[in-house]
Nanobody, 128 residues
Framework: QVQLVDSGGDLAQPGGSLRLSCAAS????????MSWARQAPGKGLEWVSG????????YYADSVKGRFTISRDNAKNTVYLQMNSLKPEDTAVYYC?????????????????????WGQGTQVTVSS
């Protein structure tokens, strides 16, 4: 069955960096777009970033554009989220996500509704 295992969350200072990883198994990873989403305390789930199946195109929410970088290694069935210039408002549980069918449009890729499988989440706390 599909399994997504998120890791890399930690406590970071404002301006610091973290790298999240998501190890995927149970499906043809290289054929599917992947995304990261986050849920801040008391708020709903927010789409953060997406990457096409071959890694050639990446997309970001305005709130993280220029600071976060998504990437993937299809040989390792792993997707990453490099987070730089962290802000306290980046504090959240971060989840990687996979769809159950290949996503046909950018619009479908950039919303949480496009995804059916979720990791267990990894906590990122940004505080001095």
């Amino acid at each position: 069955q599909v399994q997504l295992v998120d890791s890399g969350g930690d406590l970071a200072q404002p301006g610091g960096s973290l790298r999240l990883s998501c190890a995927a198994s149970g499906f043809a990873f290289s054929l599917y777009a992947m995304s990261w989403a986050r849920q801040a305390p008391g708020k709903g789930l927010e789409w953060v970033s997406g990457i096409t199946s071959d890694g050639s195109n990446t997309y970001y929410a305005d709130s993280v554009k220029g600071r976060f970088t998504i990437s993937r290694d299809n040989a390792k069935n792993t997707v990453y989220l490099q987070m730089n210039s962290l802000k306290p408002e980046d504090t959240a549980v971060y989840y990687c996500a996979a769809p159950s069918v290949p996503l046909a449009t950018v619009q479908a890729m950039c919303v949480i509704q496009g995804y059916d499988y979720w990791g267990q989440g990894t906590q990122v706390t940004v505080s001095s």
